[in-house]
Structures are given as structure tokens and as C-alpha cells.
């Protein structure tokens, strides 16, 4: 089962109470075998940062965005042979919201702290004049970054730390402010060391 990304341009930060938060759920069920298409359908859930509330039950908050990738995974679970649904709802009162985004910006809370802590590692390594080696390092802990950033709907206070870290290194490299294309063209200048400005993922 191919996963290619659909593509829909996300939405702006989410500022709603957790009174009025919209969540959209995929429930779905596949054969056992072949494991392919389960594994697949995981990793994408996992991608996009959804959490599971049992088994064969995912949810994410609601928008255009993952509305529209719960959706494509509801039609390749059906051509996998599985059966699979989407649900808009909301919670049952503020406080299983509350609990919900709680639940969400603490999902992102280690991969967050291993960016930390490998900006960090990678500081000290420049600050001892291994600038060379550290470069292509911070430009791939940079992607990391911004890909955790895409998955953080709620965003996690981790999040500015983690961009602060990144940020320092940079500095160390005495390069404040730009980063290597992916392209391998001319440095970007962003506000936020992943490399891209902040887009309210």
C-alpha cells in the first residue's frame, strides 16, 4: 500500500478553549495479514502525531489538514481490505479536552528532549573547534526539528527550548541566523533554527 503524502497546506495555530476543540478520529480494522498495509497505516499515524485511544482508534485535533490525511487513510484502508471510518467529534465536557491536549504536547515531550539534548552535544563539539563535523549534524537535527514541529498541534513548552538549543549551537558555529539549503544553494535566514519561519504548525 502506497503512503504518499497528501497535499494540503496546515492551517493556523490552534488558539481554541478546550471547550470548543474539534477532534477527528479514525477507527478502523485490518486483517492480520499481510502485516504490510498495518505497519504502514501506523507509521503514518505515527507521523502525523496521532494518539491512540485503543486499539484500531486514532485521534487528531481537527482541520483541514488532518481531516484530509485521516480521510486518504480511510480509502487505503478500505483498498488494503480493512474497514475504516472518520469521525469529527468533540469531548464530553472541558475537562477530557483539557485532558486530551495535555496528552498531546505530552507525546512530543521526548523527541523534543533528544533534540535538546543533542543541540547540546553538538555545542560543545563546535565550541571545541570541531565546527566541520558538527555543520551537517545541526543541519539534520535542524530537519528533525521541524518535523517535530509539524506533529506539536498544541505546542509544547519543550518546543521554544528545544529552538533555543538548536539557536545556541548555531551561534557556536558563528553562523547566527542561517542555515544550509536542502538544496545546497544559498543559507536561508529564518526566526526559528529549524530553518523555516514560524508557520503556527
Known sequence: ???DEPRVKRQGPRDEGPDKQSWVMLIYRLPREPSR????VWRKLKTLGALYLQDG???LPEDAVTREHLEWLQLHIREAGGEAT?????????AESRSLVEA?????KEAYEEIIAEAERLRRKAEMGAAGTVA???FKLGREFRAERKRDYFRSPLRQEANAALKATRQALREPGTYPSETGGQPETDTEAGGEKESGA
Open 37 to 40: 498495509p498495518r505497519v504502514a
Open 86 to 94: 472518520v469521525w469529527e467529534t468533540k469531548a464530553n465536557s472541558e
Open 104 to 108: 498531546f504536547r505530552s507525546s512530543r
Open 136 to 138: 551537517e549534524s545541526l
Open 57 to 59: 482508534v486514532a485521534v
Open 1 to 3: 500500500m502506497e503512503m
